[in-house]
T-cell receptor, first 113, second 114 residues
Framework: GQNIDQPTEMTATEGAIVQINCTYQTSGFNGLFWYQQHAGEAPTFLSYNVLDGLEEKGRFSSFLSRSKGYSYLLLKELQMKDSASYLCAVIPPLSGGYNKLIFGAGTRLAVHP | KAGVTQTPRYLIKTRGQQVTLSCSPISGHRSVSWYQQTPGQGLQFLFEYFSETQRNKGNFPGRFSGRQFSNSRSEMNVSTLELGDSALYLC?????????????FGQGTRLTVV
């Protein structure tokens, strides 16, 4: 099975950097996604990692270590609009496969002035 | 291009009734997945359809069912509604559902069972 852990809540200051961690235990692995979800809205795609290392996309970066079952999302130059829930999701083994995402409970980030 | 469209946006039903939710994927997308989102359980996978065939199923009772039409539009049905079925139901579409393709979510249907 899959077990995905994220912190429930985090707070940070506008302009700062925040790192949201995600650990997972899974019997197999086909990749990890990060999604952002503002209250009352649909989740929107942020990043996808399947190989170890850092993927950078503007102010957002995502890191993956498959051997450690660990990922983090790094948000730089925080803005008030970054206040949202951040969802970590893994893709289980191919038997569970295509477009089936197992989500963590999400991390609610509050950015303060 | 138009995004993923879910209808209706809001729905109130009574225990024991059934409900049908609709999802129109992005044009050209053939994979549609459904998720249930509740405050306590987060986002949970229901099922995924591709080319009118169910390829994956989550751990939900048989009261939850779905189908996909030849134009890739999908519906999910919940029969004999229970209070615990109150949730936001999200669908996501992707081009072919392979792991490295991005899934785009619709705005969801908020179902309240009273």
């Amino acid at each position: 099975g899959q077990n995905i852990d994220q912190p429930t809540e985090m707070t940070a200051t506008e302009g700062a950097i925040v790192q949201i961690n995600c650990t997972y235990q899974t019997s197999g692995f086909n990749g990890l996604f990060w999604y952002q979800q503002h209250a009352g809205e649909a989740p929107t795609f942020l990043s996808y990692n399947v190989l170890d290392g850092l993927e950078e996309k503007g102010r957002f970066s995502s890191f993956l270590s498959r051997s450690k079952g660990y990922s983090y999302l790094l948000l730089k130059e925080l803005q008030m609009k970054d206040s949202a829930s951040y969802l970590c999701a893994v893709i289980p083994p191919l038997s569970g496969g295509y477009n089936k995402l197992i989500f963590g409970a999400g991390t609610r980030l509050a950015v303060h002035p | 291009k138009a995004g993923v469209t879910q209808t209706p946006r809001y729905l109130i039903k009574t225990r024991g009734q059934q409900v049908t939710l609709s999802c129109s994927p992005i044009s050209g997308h053939r994979s549609v997945s459904w998720y249930q989102q509740t405050p306590g359980q987060g986002l949970q996978f229901l099922f995924e359809y591709f080319s009118e065939t169910q390829r994956n199923k989550g751990n939900f009772p048989g009261r939850f069912s779905g189908r996909q039409f030849s134009n890739s539009r999908s519906e999910m049905n919940v029969s004999t509604l229970e209070l615990g079925d109150s949730a936001l139901y999200l669908c996501a579409s992707s081009r072919d559902g392979t792991p490295n393709t991005e899934a785009f979510f619709g705005q969801g249907t908020r179902l309240t069972v009273v």
